[in-house]
C-alpha cells in the first residue's frame, strides 16, 4: 500500500462517529459560498436594472427592499457558517478523540524493545502535537479545500458569463499561484520535519529533567542542565526562525502576485467598461468576484504549507501505529472482552501446573553481546528459587523473558510453564499469574491506599491492610496524619525508598498471583526489615512460587534452590547448604558479606551499648535464624 492511500486510510478509520458531521459541515460551508455568490449579482441588478434605468420604478423608489435582500442573504450566509464551525468542531474533536485513544491503547501493547528503541518526549509529541496538526489539516484545511475548488468553479461561471476576456486573464493568475505555493510546499516539507523532530528532543529534555529533579538537584547538575536544554531550545528556535523566513517570502512574493491580480482587472476592467463591453453594474459584481477569490486562491499556500506539516505528522503518527503489538492471544480482542476473564480460555489451552523450566536460553538485546548464555534451570510449583550475580549478569533478564517483556529467538532456547512453550500462553493470562516487585518500583501520584490497589481496585480494605502487613509497611503507613489516604509525591518522592519498595511489594501481594517474583526489591530495606518481611511471605503466602532476586546472602539462604550467574552463564546451582560446600563464588560472597555483618553487629553493640532493649537471647536467636537460613 502506498503512501497516499495508507494516509486515506488512516483518516477513514478515526472518522468513526464523525463522518455525519463532517458532511454537514462541508455542505454549510458549500452553502455560505453559493450565497456568497449571489451577493454581486444583487449589486449588478442594482446598479444595471434599477438605478440604471431598467424598468424597475418600483424597486428605484424602494431601494430598501433590495438592502433588505442582501441582508437576507448574509443572515443565511451566517447560519450556514455558524453550522459549518459546529459541526466542524464536533467533527475535529472527535477525530482528535479516536486518534488519541487508539495511539494511547496501541502504545500500551507495543513491546519493551520498541520503547527501548523510542524517546519518551518524541512519544508525547506524536501523540498530541502531530496529532492536533492532523486534525487541523483533515477537519479545518480539507474543508477549506472544498471550499476554495467551489468558491473557484462558482466565480468562474459568474465572470464568464459576464466578460471572457477578462475571465481569461483573471484566471491565468490561478495556476501562477498554485504552482508558486507547491513549490513553496517542497521547501518546507522537509524543514517542518526537523523542526518537528527538533520539538521532540526539546519535549525529552524537559521531561527527563523534570522526573529526575532530585538527582539534578543532589549532583549540582543545574547549570548543566540549563546549558543542554539552552543549546537545543536554540537549535529550534533556529528552525523556526527559518522556517519564517520562507513563509514570509512565500506571503510577500504572493502579495505581489495578488496585488497584480486585482490591478489587472480594476484596469482592464474599467477600460472594458469605458469601451461598452461590459456594464458598470458587471464591473463592480466582476471585481467584487475577484477579491472574493483572491485569498482563498491566496490561502492555498497555507493549505499546501499545512499540508506539508501534516504529512509529517502522518508519517511520525504513523510509525506508531504500525509498530507491532505484543500477541496477547489468540482471540481476537472484540472476544476477550465479551467473554469473563476465568473462562476466556479454555482449559486445554492452558497449563496445568505452573512448573518453570528454562532450557538452553540464550538472549541479547543487542546483536554484538550476549546477556544470558544457555541457561537451563527448573523451579517446582510451588518453591523458593534465588538468583544471585553481578551487576550486568542476565538477572533482570531471566524475569523479562519469563514475562515476556521480551520476546526469545528462534534459535534462543525455550522457556516453559508447565510444559508449555510461553510463547503458546497468551499474555493476558501470563501477566496475571506472574506478580512482580521491581528494584525501581514506580508509584503513581494517588493515595497509598489507590497504589496498592491500582492492579485490583475492587479489593476491599481489610484486603488492603493485610496485604500492607505483609509487606511490613502497614505501622509506617498509620503514622502518617492520613494514614493510606495519604498522597504520594510524583513517582513516590515523598516516601522514602524503602517505604516505596514496601508500597510496591503490598501491590504484588494484593494480586494474589501464584507465582511473586521479587527483582531485587529487597535492597531498600534494612537486614531486619528484609527477615520480618520474608516471615510474614512463608506465614500469609501459602503454596506460592517465590523468585527472590538479590545481591544479598540473607535474603537468599532460604531458598529452596540458588542460581548463581556470572557474564550470562550458570556458574552454581544449589542449595545454600550445597553451595557453602563448594570453594565457589557463592561461598566467597558468603564470607566476605557474614564479616561485613558482623563488623556491623561488633560497630551496632559498641555505639548502642545499653540502648539495646531486646535480651541476649533474643538477639541470639535472630542470628542465628538469619545467618541458618531457617525461615
Known sequence: MNTKHRKIKLILRYFHGSKRYFLCAIFASL???????????????????????????????????????????????????????????????NFAKNMRDSLFAHVQRLPMSWHDQNQTGDIIQRCTSDVEVIRNFVVTQLLEVFRTVFLVSISFVMMVSMNIRLSVIVFIFVPVVAGYSAVFYQLIAKRFLKADEAEGELSTVVQENVTGVRVVRAFGREQFEMDRFREKNENFAKMWIHLGTLSGLYW???????????????????????????????FVAFASYNTVLVWPV??????????????VSFERVDYIIHGQEENYSEKKIEQLERTPRETMYQKTSLPQHL????????????????????ISFSIPQGQTFGILGGTGSGKSTIVQLLTRLYELDKDGGMITIGGMDI??????????????????PFLYSRTIKENIAVATPKASMEEIVQA????????????????????????????????????????????????????????????????????????????????????RITTLMEADQILVLNEGRVEELGSHSQLIQNQGIYRQIYEIQMRQDDRKQVGYSKENKGKDNRTDAEKRTNVKEVQGGSI
Not at 426 to 439: A, M, Y
Open 355 to 374: 512448573d518453570i523450566v528454562f532450557s538452553h536460553v540464550t538472549f541479547s538485546y543487542e546483536q554484538e553481546k550476549k546477556v544470558l548464555n544457555d
Open 423 to 440: 510463547g503458546e500462553i497468551p499474555l493476558e493470562w501470563l501477566r496475571r499469574k506472574i506478580g512482580i516487585v521491581l528494584q525501581e
Open 298 to 311: 491566496r490561502g492555498l499556500g497555507r493549505i499546501l504549507s499545512d499540508m506539508s506539516k501534516a504529512g
Open 468 to 551: 500492607a502487613q505483609t509487606a511490613c509497611i502497614h505501622d509506617a503507613i498509620q503514622n502518617f496524619a492520613d494514614g493510606y489516604d495519604t498522597l504520594v509525591g510524583e513517582r513516590g518522592v515523598t516516601l522514602s525508598g524503602g517505604q516505596r519498595q514496601r508500597v510496591a511489594i503490598a501491590r504484588m501481594l494484593l494480586q494474589k498471583a501464584p507465582v511473586l517474583i521479587f527483582d531485587d526489591s529487597l535492597s531498600a530495606v534494612d537486614a531486619d526489615t528484609d527477615f520480618r518481611i520474608r516471615r510474614e511471605l512463608k506465614e500469609r503466602v501459602k503454596g506460592a512460587t517465590i523468585i527472590l532476586i538479590s545481591h
Open 31 to 93: 452553502t455560505t459560498t453559493a450565497l456568497n455568490a449571489v451577493t454581486p449579482q444583487i449589486f449588478r441588478f442594482t446598479i444595471d436594472q434599477v438605478l440604471g434605468g431598467g424598468g424597475y420604478e418600483y424597486l428605484r423608489e424602494h431601494l430598501w427592499i433590495l438592502s433588505l435582500g442582501i441582508v437576507a442573504v448574509s443572515a443565511l450566509s451566517g447560519m450556514a457558517m455558524f453550522v459549518s464551525r459546529t459541526c466542524t468542531a464536533h467533527a475535529g474533536e
Open 252 to 282: 510577500g512574493v504572493g502579495d505581489l502576485i495578488t496585488g497584480l491580480q486585482v490591478v489587472a482587472v480594476v484596469v482592464l476592467g474599467a477600460a472594458e467598461a469605458v469601451y461598452g463591453n461590459m456594464s458598470v453594474g458587471e
